[in-house]
Structure formats: structure tokens, C-alpha cells
């Protein structure tokens, strides 16, 4: 059977749910049940097709066969992986663990001088999600991968960095990846504060948050939204 032709952006949709599910509205509500992919899959297919879960059942009898995430289609590898990080945040805590944890992004949110407002990007790169500015980091030579894919969508080849990373490496990370995207220069670029935040892209993995205040100057492809609309989302 040939597989069922799923667009890119049903695999991040697919991520959302498994995240906002097993892991934020379980927080909120500690008696629900956790969920496999195979039911977020079941939920999916009403929107894709009934040939999703006759295609659901032959990777996951090859997966039986061949081991974990052995040549598995895109949108049921971002199904188990999102499962195996909401498993690894632990919704029955109060916040996850992340001391010893690597750091595998760093991330920019850009606050325009009122603090009312921030940047984002919506454009084909992120899926059609609403992201602030990412950058993923290769851990294998101290370089990094730009990207602002939704969670889930980023290769599994990508090395992970270690806490050791030196902390001005990377703000000069997130600031290069801010001036790359919107032509601004670092002189325009105000550090306001920075914080740990956990991954939704790599399991058992942190991401350096930058929050950052911005001059009125270019944006690149980026657009203003209030920052209340942001966290509500």
C-alpha cells in the first residue's frame, strides 16, 4: 500500500496536539489519561483520510519488526516523538528538571520599547505557525542550524549542545540569528533578560531563551503582534 499523501504541516499539527495535550492541559487536569500516537492518529484521520490508519497499521507492525522509528513516515516519527517528550517534561510536576539538561536552541523574543509588543514570523518556514525567532544548534563542531520549523519538524540528525556551552557564544548565537532574519545590527538590540525554557523539539533538552528589546528599524519578514496576544496563543 502506498502511503497516504500528508502535508508537512499535519505533522505539526499533530505535534501541537500531542504537546498541548500530554503535557499542558494533563498539568491543568491531572486526571486525564496519557495518550499514544495511535489516538491522536485515530483523530487525524478524520480530517486526512481513513488511509492514514490503514497506513498507521503497517509502519507499526514494521516498527515491531525493524525497532524504534525505523523508517517511519515524517508525521508518525513527530507522533512518537512529541509522546516521548511530553513523557519526559512529566505533567504531574510542577516544572521540568532541567539542570543537567544540554541545550539544543536558543531562542530571541524581541520586545519593541513599550513592551507591548513583540516580533514574529508566519511565514512557509515555520508551517504556518506562529514563532518567534529559533535557532537549533549542532553540537557536533560548536556551530549552529537556523531554523524556525515547529517543534517536531527538525531533523533527528542535529547534535545536541552541552550546558557547557559558553553563555556569550550564545547570545552572539541567538543576536547573529535576529540580524540575519531582520537586517537589524546589535546595536539596535537591547538585552532585557535571559532564561531557561525546556525543548519541544529534542527530548531531555533545553533551549536559551533571550529576551530582547528592539530599536524601530527593519524587520525582514516578521510581523508586530501584541505581546498579549502572543501568550494567549
Known sequence: ?????????????????????NYYHRKMSPQLAFADPEQFFECASLSVGEDLLAYLSMVHEHENNSGKHAKLS??????LQACEIAEQLDASKHSPEMALWPISKVAVLLLDPTKKKCLVDYSANTKGIWSIIEKELDGAAGNSHSTNQPAGQESTAKGIVGASHSPFMLQRQAYSEVERRTGMKVSNLHLLDETMAYSLSNEKAATKVFIVEYEPTMKGSLEEISLED????
Do not use: C, D, N
Request: no cysteine; proline share 6%.
Open 74 to 79: 515524517i508525521t508518525h516519527k513527530v507522533a
Open 1 to 21: 500500500m502506498a502511503a497516504p499523501r500528508v502535508e508537512k504541516p499535519q505533522g505539526a499539527k499533530i505535534h501541537t496536539a500531542i504537546i498541548l495535550y
Open 230 to 233: 502572543l501568550i494567549s496563543r
